[in-house]
């Protein structure tokens, strides 16, 4: 189930639409009505005016009284793949870093408090690790997480951190250091954060003037890390390197 967000009168009236749509795209799976006043904080009267807008453009779909992302949302998707460069320039280097690990690889960016996967090259193994395309999660636990949050700019990162922690001092003071820790060393590694015995590696990738665009993250089942851990590791470095290279170039 979607968590529950703010309740209506916290929406502004024209973000009420792309609020909606938001929460469909992040859903799991397709949703009732009642799972949607839930997880948007809608009223029922203003979820069917604003279903019905979305039904029109194609942009929600229904289906045995279910809501869903529609059609047009797929154009939307290749649309952005068409025309983003920085999904183009990290392609290759998420392929070359799958093939050389043997792993999965995945481009991971910050989007309104998510950290969600732009683009993978998975691992050839069948017992593999996925951060499937379009997938995203909150921007707190896990190796992509932790280091797109550690590099958001300092307002935008203490905002989240105060969503999360609230009046928790000791928690957010310690989420504070961690994240310090993670910009000093260069990259972050975690272990099961997310998903049981997955293993993750995250590097930040950068674009002009330094500022973190996204994170490079290899993935794999904690299994099979052992002897690889420095070496993986260290190819990711490297991979990361090379694309903030190309981006800037």
């Known amino acids: 189930m979607p968590a529950t967000h703010s309740p209506d009168t916290d929406i502004p009236a024209a973000d009420r639409v792309l609020h909606l749509l938001t929460v469909l795209a ?101 017992l593999r690790c996925s951060f499937a395309e379009g997938r995203s999660v909150p921007l707190q636990r896990g190796a992509s997480a932790l280091c797109l949050l550690a590099h958001l700019p300092t307002a935008q990162r203490e905002a989240v951190l105060h969503q999360h922690y609230g009046h928790d001092l000791q928690a957010l003071t310690q989420a504070q250091a961690r994240l310090q820790a993670i910009r000093d060393v260069g990259y972050v590694v975690t272990v099961g954060e997310v998903d049981a015995g997955v293993w993750g590696c995250s590097v930040p990738l950068f674009g002009a003037g330094r500022r973190a665009l996204a994170a490079l993250t290899l993935m794999a089942p904690q299994q099979r890390v052992q002897e690889q851990q420095a070496q993986w590791l260290q190819q990711t470095l490297t991979a990361a390197a090379r694309i903030s290279h190309a981006l800037t170039a």
């Open 26 to 126: 992040r859903a799991p799976r397709a949703l009732s009505a009642a799972e949607l006043m839930l997880a948007s904080g809608l009223p029922r009267s203003a979820l069917y005016r604003q279903l019905a807008r979305l039904k029109r453009f194609d942009l929600v779909q229904e289906q045995a009284g279910l809501y869903a992302p529609g059609p047009l949302c797929l154009q939307l998707a290749n649309g952005f793949e068409r025309s983003s460069s920085l999904v183009h320039t990290a392609r290759p280097f998420l392929a070359q870093l799958a093939q050389l690990t043997q792993e999965s690889a995945g481009l991971i960016v910050a989007s309104d408090g998510q950290a969600m996967c732009l683009a993978m090259a998975e691992s050839p193994q069948s």
